[in-house]
């Protein structure tokens, strides 16, 4: 509900907030600093929203949802073998960590900032992308392929030794993406191996 040929929208004010959070930190952020980022009123941020907390889980439970449903999908696509899921699994994960860095690292660094309702919603999504970590590894140990005596362990290891690409990586740097989310993934392979 943006005033005088303002953009509106769900998406431009998270777009907007991104931006401001990931310069300032949620704290850092008012609800109208919002709306000015995202070029809309206060009034169509309230519109959307009840509350700059509600932004914040929009932002957190979006990427968590996208991020699952690409990372199955590369499980899915990678057949039946444990290493190729392993390696699919770690180089779509690395992708989007590195694609959506700002997000991503808002999602690290500001869950403290989640209200109790907030944080057990994406406490439950980030389990289901741990447990699908975890499920590849232990069918992996289960046939063979891995031979890791600490499956939950490697599991989270994998997933936050590559998380952790959202604090430092810079795309215009002398490693392209895909380069790194190869290594990552024979990083994660020998892991689990």
């Known amino acids: 509900m943006a005033t005088s040929g303002r953009r509106g929208g769900r998406a431009v004010i998270i777009e907007g907030a991104v931006e401001l959070f990931g310069k300032v930190g949620y704290h850092g952020a008012s609800t109208r600093d919002i709306a000015a980022a995202a070029d809309v009123t206060v009034a169509s941020i309230y519109y959307h929203f009840k509350s700059k907390q509600q932004i914040l889980q929009a932002i957190m439970v979006d990427i968590l949802s996208e991020v699952i449903e690409e990372t199955r999908s590369a ?26 860095q700002r997000e991503a690292l808002i999602g690290a660094s500001e869950i403290r900032s989640l209200d109790e309702e907030g944080l057990a919603t994406i406490v439950g999504l980030r389990d289901q992308q741990e447990t699908l970590f975890r499920a590849v ?48 993934a024979d990083l994660a392979l020998a892991m689990a191996r």
């Open 75 to 100: 499980v899915l696509a990678a057949g039946g073998d444990a290493d190729r899921q392993l390696s699919a699994l770690v180089r779509t994960w690395v992708l989007f960590h590195i694609r959506r």
């Open 137 to 184: 590894i232990d069918r992996g140990v289960a046939d063979g392929t891995f031979g890791t005596a600490h499956p939950r362990e490697a599991a989270r290891a994998i997933i936050n030794m590559s998380r952790s690409i959202v604090t430092w990586y810079h795309a215009d740097g002398p490693v392209s993406p895909e380069e790194m989310a190869a290594t990552y």
